[in-house]
């Protein structure tokens, strides 16, 4: 089998959970070809990317999925693209807020994904659950994490991809989906990979 590293991010900005995690956690262990491993990561700008680095290193994915939660969407969006920026309205889980830095210092503008996140979309649409693909991760740690890992694995065979899904239920904001709807969502999209 393939083998899929997967991560859901902590909670943060005053949440008691976050449905990337949650919805990641409650994904079975194999999904079409892809064997998962799955990691929760902090949002800490910097320390985000590095413990998704540091366990791609020891288990040579064929492809990292990172997926986050985008309060405020109503769809499930695959990213198209990081960008070298760096820039916090609120604290990570550390207290850094940086304002307009780059992630890394003449690294390039932006970079795309290399998951097909059109076909992801489209795909996670026709079982009826909403999905767009978004060409922006923000410029806060989920930013952080797509863009290192682009850059990282520029040149090499692992895929890297990024799903921001919207609050889930629990959480009492709107708009928001079960969480069983978005664990239907990425399984779509893991299947299209
Ligand atoms: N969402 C944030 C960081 C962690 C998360 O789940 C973001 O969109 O940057």
């Known amino acids: ?8 991010f902590e909670p943060f900005g005053g949440e008691q959970i976050n449905p990337s995690w949650q919805s990641v956690l409650r994904l079975p262990d194999e999904i079409g070809d892809y064997k998962l491993t799955k990691l929760c990561i902090p949002v800490v700008f910097g320390e985000g990317a590095e413990r998704v680095l540091k366990t791609a290193k020891e288990l040579s994915p064929d492809v990292i999925l990172c997926v986050g939660q985008a309060g405020g969407r109503k769809a499930i969006t695959p990213e198209f693209l990081g960008i070298n920026l760096r820039h ?3 604290p990570d889980n550390k207290g850094n807020q940086p304002k307009d830095e780059p992630i890394i210092s003449g690294g390039e503008n932006a970079l795309f994904s290399t998951i097909p996140v059109r076909k992801i979309a489209q795909k ?23 863009y290192t890992l682009l850059a990282y694995f520029k040149n090499s065979e692992t895929k890297v991809g990024f799903i921001h899904v919207p609050y889930c239920t629990e959480q009492n904001k709107e708009p928001s989906m079960p969480l069983s709807t978005i664990v239907d969502g990425l399984t779509i999209a893991i299947k299209n990979i």
């Open 124 to 146: 996670i649409n026709e079982k009826e659950v909403l999905s767009a693909v978004s060409y922006s991760a923000g410029a806060y740690v989920c930013n952080d994490v797509l």
């Open 1 to 8: 089998m393939k083998k899929l590293l997967i991560t859901g």
């Open 88 to 90: 916090a309205e609120i």
